[in-house]
């Protein structure tokens, strides 16, 4: 027998998805090698000032930047740490983990208003152990706002945030009701100094002169230069220690909406690719999301090696379901593997299983759309046989067999009931109802149903 070339027992773009999750799994050392130098970026002299920016939003990506400038300058015996601060606010969770890094740092700390100190910001300047600003900078306006920048006057949530407010206030001696009134619209709060109250439904954002006029801040400066000579250093070596590209790049895809769009981005690539023959553009685009949102987790401390393991694992799972009868076990594991995968990698559970459900959501519709446009292209039609069985590549189609009815012949061997009848000049294999017929006798075609001719004995 001549050998015959056998098909592999994976389809190709099986093949290609494990192809790209080992690509994925040897470059999770690139991302940790990235990782370390990020951490590893400056070298600084002992007794040496550190001016670390706050220019971003107060959020995960900031938290794991700080964390590694207060330890560098700690490990360094720096004599002092700059924060230069110009941000709109934040996320409160994450406020509260700065500015506990704040507290705890073995070096003393003054945070330099350069622009706004708003919100999260302003929480941030008063956990410093001095504040400095810059002329025509404000700090304040710490209400509670939602996503969309719209106020929250849950009563719960303001009176939480005002007592971390007044503590902060009050680490330095600072006038406590006047950090409950940039929190509070409600609390009416008498600034004498400056001859104004703050009245119900108002909230305290206090320009450069008026916070040194309050007590909110301890020193006009215009440069960093100005603040270093106010705290006795102009002697010494100044480090600025800014964000590695890794940590801006992870800035950027951390924040919430970011990462949603990725997850949208990597859920509908890869589904598209899937029903779409051949590894193109949806695919690559989908597995370059995946691999920033991971990046970028993993840059800000959060995701490590497992977590990605898990997530292929998942994805891993969901490709075996397609072809192997597992009766969806497969296809249940390889989602509670992504979604564990995702989670893990995240600052916050809640938050990534709220961004995880929209991105499946909206993903479901960019994938139904791609479906539809590419209905005759999709993987199911590797189950479809297409064959077919014409003339012209050598069948010979069944002819209609209706017209024998009611035609005679001769039973040309014995009807057992089955045998060979001669009808209109050709020999057709026929049938009885159960009689015998001896070969010879006359026969009729009583009717057809498919192959089957069924004839009787006429006399």
Do not use: C
């Amino acid at each position: 027998m001549g050998s015959t070339n056998k098909r592999s027992r994976f389809p190709d773009w099986t093949r290609r998805i494990w192809l790209f999750a080992w690509a994925a799994l040897i470059a999770i050392p690139l991302i940790g090698s990235a990782a370390q130098g990020a951490r590893a970026s400056a070298s600084p002299t002992a007794g040496s000032v550190y001016v670390i920016p706050v220019h971003q939003t107060v959020q995960t990506g900031l938290a794991s930047f700080l964390e590694r400038a207060f330890k560098n300058a700690e490990e360094a015996k720096a004599s002092l740490i700059v924060l230069d601060i110009d941000t709109p606010g934040g996320e409160l969770r994450t406020a509260e983990d700065i500015a506990k890094r704040i507290r705890s740092s073995s070096v003393p700390t003054v945070a330099f208003v350069t622009g706004k100190a708003a919100s999260a910001g302003a929480y941030l300047a008063l956990n410093a152990g001095g504040i400095a600003m810059a002329p025509g900078t404000t700090i304040g306006a710490a209400m509670i706002v939602d996503g969309s920048g719209n106020p929250i006057d849950n009563p719960k949530h303001v009176s939480f945030w005002s007592e971390e407010m007044r503590s902060a206030a009050e680490l330095n001696g600072r006038d406590a009701n006047i950090a409950i009134g940039m929190v509070d619209p409600h609390r009416v709060v008498e600034l004498k100094e400056i001859g104004e109250t703050k009245e119900n439904g108002q909230i305290i954002s206090l320009s450069a002169e008026n916070a040194f006029k309050v007590g909110y801040a301890d020193k006009l400066a215009g440069t960093v230069d100005e603040v270093i000579a106010w705290k006795g250093l102009s002697d010494r070596t100044v480090v600025e220690f800014n964000l590695s590209l890794a940590e801006k790049i992870s800035a950027v895809v951390t924040g919430t909406g970011v990462s949603i769009l990725l997850l949208i981005i990597g859920i509908a690539g890869v589904v598209i690719e899937l029903i779409v023959p051949g590894f193109g553009v949806p695919g690559i685009v989908g597995l370059v999301a995946f691999g920033l949102y991971f990046f970028g987790q993993s840059i800000a401390g959060f995701a490590g090696m497992e977590s990605l393991v898990v997530f292929l694992i998942g994805i891993g799972m969901l490709v075996l379901e397609v072809f192997l009868p597992s009766f969806g076990i497969l296809g249940i594991l390889g989602i509670a593997a992504l979604i564990t995968g995702i989670t893990m990698g995240a600052y916050d559970t809640g938050n990534a299983l709220r961004s995880l459900g929209i991105a499946v959501l909206v993903a479901a519709v960019v994938v139904v759309a791609f479906a539809y446009i590419f209905r005759k292209k999709g993987v199911w039609n590797r189950f479809i046989l297409k064959e077919q069985l014409t003339a012209d590549k050598g069948y010979v189609p069944q002819e209609p067999r209706q017209h024998w009815v009611g035609q005679t012949g001769l039973a040309v061997s014995m009807l057992r009931p089955s045998g060979v009848a001669e009808i209109g000049g050709q020999r057709l294999d026929v049938i009885t109802s159960g009689e015998f017929v001896e070969a010879g006798k006359a026969v009729q075609v009583v009717s057809v149903d498919g192959t089957r001719i069924l004839v009787k004995e006429i006399h």
